[in-house]
């Protein structure tokens, strides 16, 4: 399986620009590519309160559909992120896109504090079979609290993909998070950060990884722009889990309602006493 990471500097609430960057680089990724990875809320970026109700889009709106045709016109998929509209409700919310269409959708459920008031944060984790494996998504500060890769642990995944929009000077933080959460879970752990400069000051850390299910790290961005290829070696999977397995040993398991839907995806439900936290 190989992954390109695409580690991109971005423009905060100038969707035209961010689209036509993610459209290109899909456009030009090689052709035996299977997922290429961008960072969190790529399409508009990170919107402020002024900005947000003009750059959302629900998850059919013209970028996403736009990405997917991209998909479609390369047979690539793309995991993307978005500042979604949906019922008078924002979200800061990532997509696995197919070329036969939306496989994945995840709603950030621990938002930054900057965040909180804007968005909604989201209520469920999920993960969905692609290419015979079972991937699931995290954006950004959920990697920083461990119970957020062991959901998705917990119903099975075994690639963590994560869109990333870490700022200085909180880099070594996810550094060390991603190798972690990959380690705990026995899983591959695929992290794309933003580069750059930000509204209000900000810059964005990079580092970029993916990190094998023995918490090895098989690739590493610095600080600039670039596109990394990885090729995962999922045979590492079951050698990770053949002499001890965390997820069967472990004696607490998250609570919360797993859902069996129909075409595959499994959801673990927060419940609302969590949530509400």
Known sequence: MKIELVQLTGRDGDTAYNLERTLQAIATCAADTDLLIFPEAQLMGFANAQQIAQVAEPVSGPSVQAVQRACRERDVCVVVGMVES???NFYNTSLLVTPQGIAL???????????RGLFQPGDRYATAIWNGVRVGILICYDIELPESARALGQLGAELILVTNGNMDPYDAVHRTAIMARAQENQAFAVMVNRVGPGDGGLVFAGGSAAIDPFGRTLCEAGRAECRQVVELNLDLLRTARHDYDYLKDRRLHLIGEQV??????RELLIPDRARAL
């Open 260 to 265: 069996e839907c129909a075409d595959g995806r």
């Open 105 to 115: 959708t995840y709603r950030k459920t621990h938002l930054w504090p900057s965040e």
């Open 86 to 88: 949906d019922a008078g």
